[in-house]
């Protein structure tokens, strides 16, 4: 995936949870995602990592509590 896609489904806010997540500085994540400074391999593998985890959190999160309005 392209990593302006992966970009656009990132909700606004997210980069400094997924910065807390990923160990690294909320510039740094910035810095990657709009092609401003390259990072290492190690990082990079870490901040798409942890986005991928941090999205599927979101996913289900928003799944149980949809569940939930339902059950209203």
């Given at each position: 995936m392209d990593i302006q896609l992966l970009k656009k489904k990132i909700p606004h806010g997210a980069f400094r949870e997924i910065a807390s997540r990923c160990g690294?500085?909320?510039v740094t994540i910035c810095n990657f995602y709009n092609k401003k400074k390259p990072v290492s391999q190690?990082?990079?593998?870490k901040i798409l990592s942890?986005?991928?985890?941090?999205?599927?959190d979101m996913k289900m999160?928003?799944?149980?509590?949809?569940e939930q309005i339902q059950k209203l």
């Open positions: 690294v500085h909320y190690k990082t990079q593998n942890e986005t991928v985890k941090y999205l599927q999160e928003t799944q149980n509590l949809t």
